[in-house]
Structure formats: C-alpha cells, structure tokens
C-alpha cells in the first residue's frame, strides 16, 4: 500500500510546482469557484476563466494571500488559496500598442466609409443580393467588411460617385 501511495505522490508532484508571490506582484484569480454565482458579464464557453489582474497585499500562512480586489468585487472575501492564483506574466513582443480612440459617452464607435473597393452579387434560392466591400477608418484603424449594396446606397451616397462603378460582378 505504501509503495502505490508513493508512487501516486511521485506523479502528482512532476506536475504541481510551489508557487510563492510577493507583495506586490500582480495575479489573476481563478473564477471557476464562483462559476453559478458571478457571471462577470459572460456565459458558458466564452467565460473568462481567469480575471485580473490584482496586487498582492499580503501573505497569509503558507499557502494564502491577501488580494487588492475591484470595487464591484468588495462583496467577496479577498483571502485566496495559493491554488487559485496565476502570476501576471507580461511578454512584451505579446503586448499591442494602444490605439487612440474617439469613443463617445454611449460607448459606441464612429467609423467612417473611404471608398469602395470590391462588388459581388449572392444568389439565394429565389432572389440576388448585391453586395459592396467597403473600406471603413475611424482615426488609425482601417477594416473592410462586406454589407449590402441598397444600405450603403442610402447611407452613403457619395461613394458610388468616386467608385465609378468600374467593379464587374462576381457570383
């Protein structure tokens, strides 16, 4: 008995490593305890599995610490299980540059239409849709998406002024 209980253990302890922060560090807590209760604004697949990040305020024991939590988590308790825990690891070839954007109090973003740049007709079963590929830029960012040809008429006519109509149909 004792053989396979040690044995157990040998294979247990390749993958567990001894975690240990100090104060100060920043880490993302586990959310997988509070899965029924706090959504964080997700369901199901698409739910963060870590939030953060927090600050190590303090060690509490061996294998607990103290966490600096938002305000709108001030009603959960902020000693935390060393398991619990990821340390915040911050590789700078992996960090994206920050982007000016002019967003507006309802938090939506204006974008504006440049030119067209493609067309291209959908048959459905009993009908066809002619849809345009619009380049759209709102200070720094530039993307194209494909919306129907008629809204973008309505909305925007000044484009199929400057486009010239030269594109032949794709189907």
């Not at 600096?68 to 299980?81: D, M, P, R, S, T």
Request: glycine letters at 4%; a positive charge; proline letters at 5%.
């Amino acid at each position: 008995m004792k053989e396979a209980q040690d044995r157990q253990k040998s294979y247990s302890d390749n993958r567990r490593r001894p975690l240990k922060f100090q104060i100060g560090d920043r880490v993302f807590l586990k959310v997988a305890p509070w899965k029924g209760i706090i959504r964080f604004g997700m369901k199901g697949k698409l739910a963060p599995r870590y939030i953060g990040p927090f600050e190590v305020i303090a060690r509490i024991g061996l294998v607990a610490y103290c966490l600096k939590l938002l305000a709108h988590l001030e009603k959960i308790h902020n000693v935390f299980h060393v398991s619990l825990l990821r340390k915040v690891e911050v590789d700078p070839s992996r960090v994206l540059p920050l982007v000016p954007m002019e967003v507006k109090e309802d938090l939506t973003l204006e974008t504006k239409p440049v030119k067209i740049i493609d067309r291209s007709e959908k048959t459905l079963r009993n009908k066809r849709v002619s849809l345009v590929r619009v380049l759209w830029r709102n200070s720094k960012i530039e993307e194209e998406t494909w919306e129907r040809e008629s809204e973008i008429k309505e909305k925007y006519p000044h484009l199929f002024l400057e486009s010239g109509m030269q594109f032949k149909f794709r189907g």
